[in-house]
């Protein structure tokens, strides 16, 4: 069983950044492909960004240039960094992980950006 547990949330200024970490519990951190996704009220849960076993990485289209995702297998942590935020990326941000057939998400974490 794997457990995943989001931080790094909050309110933040249009322009501004936040980091969005993930620390799992478990062993099979380490070859799991991790991800990010977000929700905003009244809309679909959307993939935002993932990364491989071998640390290769995809972005949605909105998000590229401006978040870069990450890993830490030593810590079984993930991370969001996100720069130039926009008030369109208000959401409830979730982390997942895939394991084979298993899926695992986070309690979610909300992201607000406005002036």
């Known amino acids: 069983q794997v457990q995943l547990v989001e931080s790094g949330g909050g309110l933040v200024q249009p322009g501004g950044s936040l980091r969005l970490s993930c620390a799992a519990s478990?062993?099979?951190?380490?070859?799991?492909?991790m991800g990010w996704y977000r929700q905003a009220p009244g809309k679909q849960r959307d993939l935002v960004a993932s990364i491989s076993s071998s640390s290769i990485a995809l972005y949605a289209d909105s998000v590229k240039g401006r978040f870069t995702i990450s890993r830490d297998n030593a810590k079984n942590t993930v991370y969001l960094q996100m720069n130039s935020l926009k008030p369109e990326d208000t959401a409830v941000y979730y982390c997942?992980?895939?394991?084979?057939?298993?899926?695992?998400w986070g309690q979610g974490t909300q992201v607000t950006v406005s002036s």
């Open positions: 997942n992980g895939w394991a084979g057939s298993v899926d695992y």
């Open positions: 478990g062993r099979i951190f380490g070859y799991m492909r």
